[in-house]
């Protein structure tokens, strides 16, 4: 690319970066790194896409001499784009680990969501912006969604209103964006916001882009319902890595050949669902749990060549665990999972590992005994308590401290055991909707590990609210029961998770019509809804789940 076509980018090593050098390229343009504060200042076009920490961010860019460089840079108003923390580190300081004190740009303070009062955080998903300020960079994407994952947010106020572009409302309105002249920045992602995103971006990269100004129209903005298009994904007894789909998790024919369904190519389904309006693409690794990932590379080819086609958030679940290969090498789970994030996951899912961890978390339950301090007034008062010790030691709670909450998705794989009574079982029960094969009126929801064929002593309740506690930003809620068979999520189920955890959950398994996804969202407090059947035979077009919902009143990405 010529100079004129070349960006540079502010990679300080903390985290993965990938998407947005996936994005710059697919725009055209080239990348030239940042190596040292001279590489600031000596930009024509500066990108700078935060990750990891506010306050680790903050210590690198401090101790390289960047931070000084960036603020001469900002100070004599030479193109900048911020990304996210990008955005979050030109105010003055953060609550995030601290107070922790920011580039200083910008007058403000950058918080967390409150979830004190039932909000879900982290904040993930598509808000339509509401655009305050007249600016070029935001010209024709008043009113359009675009993508967030984040847990703080930068605040409004008197001082900083000249600097606000736009506003989104999550608990709280928080900047969304910010413009000054030729400094930008966003609290969202444009390279993962589809077309709307790429836009935005290209607008930036555009040799004569300037901060002027355009008119503008506002636009009420709301966390939209997501639609995620998910693809289970293995090798086929040819070797071939395919996407497959089970029958509650049999995902062989019933015919007597016996063989692995094939319903197409991993990276050709991801980009079509991508085209046809997906918030989302998951995949899948079925058979992690056995064969190791790492071993597993046309799995991490599929990752890099779907994070070049796709604009929207790519998952990538299956295998996350401490292996030990056939040589003796030793892979902990934050080295796979680190390799699933290099090659272009956005989040990465874990599945039977958390499982484990939830089991050794809630055994580490300490009994205390209080005794009243007025004895004469309290004779008999002890109070017993219960809580449970975090050793900081699963792969979910190192992943997570690593890449943020935000990054880790927690799969549960529950089957539906019905009961007479809830006192029947020391797990949360729920009184069904429909009653079981011989009457009763309640079940509960048996966790499994290994793709369904092992089960756990473990509710699906229970390990929601365990993994919440240990760091998982989001749950992905399967039904073995309801897999593959088209008759509609488990409202029951989704509904106990979703009012158990402050966290978004994922609604999954069993969708077959559009009705499926109003219902759902209409019934819980489900955030977003997977499906694969019904994309994979072309039975429903995910452009036709998203109308159905707008007509039903939900508010949607279109
Ligand atoms: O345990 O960390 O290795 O993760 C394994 C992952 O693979 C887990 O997320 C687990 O859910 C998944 N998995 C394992 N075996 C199967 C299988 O089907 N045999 N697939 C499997 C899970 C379920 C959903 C499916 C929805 C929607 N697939 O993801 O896509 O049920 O389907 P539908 O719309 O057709 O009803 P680890």
Known sequence: ASSENTVTLLDYGAGNVRSVRNAIRHLGFGIRDVRSPEDILAADRLVFPGVGAFGSAMDVLNSTGMADALREYVQRDRPFLGICLGLQLLFDSSEENGPVSGLGVIPGVVRRFDSSKGLIVPHIG??????????????????????????????????????????????????????????????????????????????????????????????????????????????????????TKGDQYDVRDHTSSKEVRNLGKPVDLASQYYIDGADEVSFLNITGFRDFPLGDLPMLEVLRCASEKVFVPLTVGGGIRDFTDAN????????????????????????????????????????????????????????????????????????????GNQAVVVSIDPRRVYVNSPEDVPFKTVKVSSKGPSGEEYAWYQCTVSGGRDSRPIGAYELAKAVEELGAGEILLNCIDCDGQGCGFDIDLVKMVSDAVTIPVIASSGAGAVEHFSEVFEKTNASAALAAGIFHRKEVPILAVKEHLVDAGVEVRV
Request: with cysteine; charged share 20%; net charge positive.
């Open 328 to 403: 003796g090498r030793y892979y902990s789970s934050l080295e796979v999972a680190s390799e699933y994030f290099r090659s272009g996951a956005d989040k990465i899912s874990i599945g039977s590992d958390a499982v484990y961890a939830a089991e050794a978390f809630l055994q580490t339950g300490v009994c205390i005994l209080f005794f009243p301090l007025n004895v004469q007034l309290f004779p008999h008062y002890i109070v017993i308590s219960l809580y449970q010790v975090k050793t900081g030691k699963s792969s979910l709670e190192q992943i997570s401290r690593v890449y």
């Open 126 to 243: 598509w808000n339509a912006l509401e655009i305050t300020k007249d600016t070029q960079l935001l010209q024709g994407a008043d009113g359009h969604h675009v993508y967030f994952v984040h847990s703080y947010h930068a605040l409004p106020s008197d001082a900083n209103r000249d600097w606000i572009s736009s506003i989104c409302n999550y608990g709280d309105s928080f900047i969304s964006s910010i413009s000054m002249g030729n400094i930008q920045a966003v609290q969202f992602h444009p390279e993962k916001s589809g077309d709307t995103g790429l836009s935005i971006l290209k607008k930036f990269l555009s040799a004569n882009f300037s901060g002027a100004k355009v008119p503008a129209r506002r636009k009420a903005s709301k966390l939209a319902k997501r639609v995620i298009a998910c693809l289970d994904v293995r090798s086929n007894d040819n070797g071939d890595l395919v996407v």
